[in-house]
């Protein structure tokens, strides 16, 4: 079990340093972006969403 979440650290770890670089800026950059992506999806589904259903718009 230890030798597992050992390994999991070290995929983890090494997926980290590709994706960002090795720069702790570039993640709180990531991270500010994916925080405002998911609060506009949020704002998208719901509040645009039953406005275009009221207005009886097909979107399928």
Sequence with gaps: MVLFLNYLTNIMRRFLDVVLGKDPHRFIVVLILSLTLGFVFNL??????????SQGFNCA
């Design 44 to 53: 998208l589904i719901r509040y645009i969403s039953p406005l275009v259903a």
